[in-house]
């Protein structure tokens, strides 16, 4: 979203629209460009942060929460949540998006709609579609293969709209395959309207807009920000000329009317700041990803010293930079919170690094290494600055900054007993360090209260859950998207295909930091009793879950889905579920996953459809995408179409047709002898070759030679005169 916030839109009753999508940003003055200090709310953790819960129930409660602000703060629409998939970890807005997997977008996002929209306030999907970066992101347009787009892309706003029916959707900036979002029909009307049955108002991003009719004609709704009048008047011109049917301008206000009707009126119950707080902990605590943990290091027991190093220990960041940034009501640090809860343990602090550019950082950072040095367990909080990761632009390095790395380095020289901490918005580059820090922990952007929650994992009084929403990979280079990030020439092409994030890594066999779903814990669990049951509606996965260490905790149970011999080009496995048991030392739980057949079937762009194919699939559960500890196969029947044969059929194609086979066989032998014959409809390399050629050109080769009646009674078979002859 642009800058321009908020915006109040008079249609008889007023309509306030304001920035989510994890807070409110309502600005007292509604005339002052949206860049002004806003009231006061609650800033939850980005989506960054609860991507990494994997709790669609706990993400329900944030939204609800929000929702219950909204109305206090008299805010109608809450621009949020955003859905789109990272696509590259580079991307500067990717601690506004969930995952780079479009199932667990599609269920977080859904139920933050849910969750705002059960408080009587409008939730704005955004940004529709394929809204993946920063660089150009007002002009470039996303150049994406139907498939890709069914199947990622669009798939989560999918999900989203036909299960949480969001009262608006934002159209994104960017253009889709060379149309502007905004003036998209394929995407507002064909699409978003007809296919996926969307009943509320599409919302421009703001500014996004460069034709009004055009995009009115798209199915476009609401422009915003207003424009003093000058595109009404043209909308006015183009129904008066016949150029806009009025039908399309009745339907557009009808639309824009429900809304009005949609959204609650009169006084809101008083919200409660401390209890919202504490929700903000809750959630940020379950989103904190535990990366590493040799030998047990965390949590801390408490004996010894603490040494806190790091700026970002004393003056957190929060929340990443842009239009969704929240004025928060309060803001816990985690160096306070480790002194008031280890407060019979002498915890010191050092900077470490400079928060300001510009600032010599070896006495800060000589400072540190003394009280590493005398330190029993050492606490190293590093991270991106506030500038790497806002709106606007996208990121050019995966790196920490040069001095925090420099005293990474050296603090892990002088002391074995070293947790450091990652403040990002998106994943970091950890291979500097990996090997000679013992204990990694993800801390993200996490909100007013990410500080308390932090001291909450680390000191053991919540056992971490946290799984990771985006792969941390071994090197940039490694990313599907690399190539092709972020385009240029005002095109970004999604050469990757469907092979983004963790999909593409493991097509190509690529070793990884840490994989899509990891996350450690302060205990273990086992698993066992899989079965994989087809029912009428899908298919069902049940498996035992057992506590096997001894602390309470949370497990994540994933549940990943392929198609070994599949016909189409899959990834490996797909997360198709999840299922959270939260147990106590030695207690055990069934859990149980549904997977509707939806989820099963691929976009088959010859027949333009969703198609379920036939043959075996296999179901497999673990802790991440590479840590699978149960698999079982099921053979499914699926509902795929044969492609009706033509002359422009390959021979391998009327080859695999038992029918199509037999009469070409049998024409083939007649004209070229047993043994030429072997070579086009045999097993030899020449037949080999000779599958890829459409039927209708081999039909016209000399010796062949064949007569169109016989070409066609071998394409399609006897229709009632028999073989000609």
Same mark, same amino acid.
């Given at each position: 979203m642009g800058s321009f916030r908020p915006v109040r839109v008079f249609m008889g009753n007023g309509l306030m629209l304001t920035d989510g999508p994890h807070g409110i940003r309502r600005q007292p003055d509604e005339h002052n460009f949206g860049i002004g200090e806003s009231l006061p709310a609650t800033c939850f953790p980005p989506a960054v942060a609860l991507a990494s819960t994997f709790d669609a129930a706990l993400v329900?409660?944030?939204?609800?929460?929000?929702?219950?602000?909204?109305?206090?703060?008299? %805010?109608?629409?809450?621009?949020?949540?955003?859905? !789109?998939?990272?696509?590259?970890?580079?991307?500067g807005r990717n601690f506004e998006y969930y995952a780079e997997d479009p199932w667990l977008s599609g269920r977080l996002a859904a139920a933050m709609v849910e969750g705002i929209q059960s408080e009587g306030v409008a939730a704005c999907a955004k940004?529709?579609?394929? !809204?993946?970066?920063?660089?150009?992101?007002?002009?470039?347009?996303?150049? %994406?293969?139907?498939?890709?787009?069914?199947?990622?892309?669009?798939?989560?706003?999918?999900? %989203?709209?036909?299960?949480?029916?969001?009262?608006? %959707?934002?159209?994104?900036?960017?253009g889709v395959n060379g149309v502007p979002a905004s003036a998209n029909g394929w995407l507002l009307d064909t699409v978003l309207r007809q296919e996926w049955g969307f009943d509320g108002v599409v919302v421009s991003d703001w500014g996004a807009v460069g034709d009004r009719v055009a995009a009115l004609a798209a199915g476009l709704d609401l422009q915003m920000p207003a424009t003093g009048g000058r595109s009404d008047a043209v909308v006015v011109r183009a129904v008066e000329t016949g150029e806009l049917p009025v039908e399309v301008l009745d339907r557009s206000a009808e639309r824009v009317a429900r809304l009005v009707e949609r959204v609650a009126s009169g006084p809101a119950a008083a919200t409660d700041p401390d209890a919202h707080h504490r929700l903000a902990r809750e959630a940020a605590g379950r989103g904190i990803v535990l990366l590493k943990n040799d030998a047990g290091l965390l949590p801390l027991d408490g004996s010894g010293s603490v040494a806190v190093i790091g700026a970002l220990a004393a003056r957190p960041r929060i929340q990443g930079g842009g239009s969704s940034r929240v004025n928060p009501t309060r803001v816990d640090d985690l160096l306070d919170a480790l002194r008031r809860r280890l407060a019979n343990t002498r915890v010191d602090f050092a900077a470490g690094y400079p928060e300001d550019p510009g600032v010599d950082p070896v006495a800060l950072a000589g400072e540190a290494l003394a009280l590493a040095r005398r330190a029993g367990t050492t606490v190293l909080v590093v991270g991106l600055p506030e500038d790497a990761e806002a709106e606007g632009g996208d990121r050019t390095s995966l790196a920490l900054p040069a001095e925090q790395l420099a005293l990474v380095e050296a603090v892990a020289a002088v002391t074995p007993?070293?947790?450091?901490?990652?403040?990002?918005?998106g994943v970091v580059d950890v291979g500097p360090f990996d090997d000679r820090v013992p204990a990694i922990v993800a801390g993200w952007l996490l909100g007013q209260a990410g500080g308390a929650a932090l001291c909450d994992i680390l000191t053991g009084d919540v056992t971490p859950s946290g799984r990771l929403a985006e792969t941390i990979p071994m090197r940039l280079e490694d990313t599907p998207s690399a190539l092709h990030f972020p385009g240029d020439s005002g095109t970004v092409r999604y050469g990757e295909g469907l092979f983004v994030g963790y999909r593409g890594h493991d097509a190509l066999g690529q070793?990884?930091?840490?994989?899509?779903?990891?996350?450690?814990?302060?205990t273990r669990f086992g698993y066992s009793d899989l079965e994989v049951l087809v029912t009428r509606h899908g298919v069902r996965v049940e498996l035992l879950v057992e506590n096997v260490g001894e602390r309470?905790?949370?497990?994540?149970?994933?549940?990943?889905?392929?198609?070994?011999?599949?016909s189409v080009a899959r990834a490996p496995r797909e997360l198709k579920g999840v299922a959270i048991v939260e147990l106590e030392p030695g207690a055990r739980r069934p859990a149980s996953i549904q997977v509707p057949?939806?989820?099963?079937r691929y976009w088959d762009v010859a027949t333009g459809r969703w198609v379920l194919e036939s043959g075996p699939y296999e179901f497999a559960v673990g802790a991440s995408s590479r840590d699978l500890r149960l698999a079982a196969a099921v053979s499914i029947v699926g509902d795929e179409a044969r492609t009706p044969l033509t002359t422009a059929s390959t021979v391998g194609e009327l080859l695999a047709d038992p029918a199509a086979r037999a009469r070409l066989s049998e024409v083939v032998?007649?004209?070229?002898?047993?043994?030429?014959?072997?070579?086009?409809?045999?097993?030899?390399?020449?037949?080999?070759?000779?599958?890829?050629?459409?039927?209708?050109?081999?039909?016209?080769?000399?010796?062949?030679?064949?007569?169109?009646?016989?070409?066609?009674?071998?394409?399609?078979?006897?229709?009632?005169?028999?073989?000609?002859?």
């Open positions: 329900r409660r944030v939204g609800a929460a929000i929702g219950r602000e909204a109305r206090a703060l008299e %805010v109608d629409v809450v621009l949020g949540p955003g859905l !789109n998939l990272k696509r590259s970890p580079l991307g940004h529709f579609a394929v !809204n993946n970066q920063e660089t150009d992101r007002l002009r470039v347009s996303a150049e %994406v293969d139907e498939r890709t787009l069914r199947e990622l892309y669009l798939r989560s706003f999918e999900h %989203v709209v036909r299960s949480a029916r969001p009262w608006t %959707v934002m159209c994104a900036y960017n007993r070293l947790v450091v901490v990652l403040v990002s918005g070793p990884v930091r840490y994989p899509f779903g990891h996350g450690l814990s302060y309470r905790g949370r497990e994540v149970v994933q549940l990943y889905v392929g198609v070994p011999g599949s057949w939806q989820e099963l032998r007649e004209k070229l002898g047993e043994e030429t014959a072997e070579h086009v409809v045999g097993e030899s390399g020449w037949a080999v070759m000779m599958a890829a050629f459409p039927f209708g050109r081999v039909a016209e080769w000399p010796g062949l030679d064949l007569d169109p009646q016989d070409a066609a009674w071998i394409v399609f078979g006897d229709t009632g005169a028999g073989r000609p002859r």
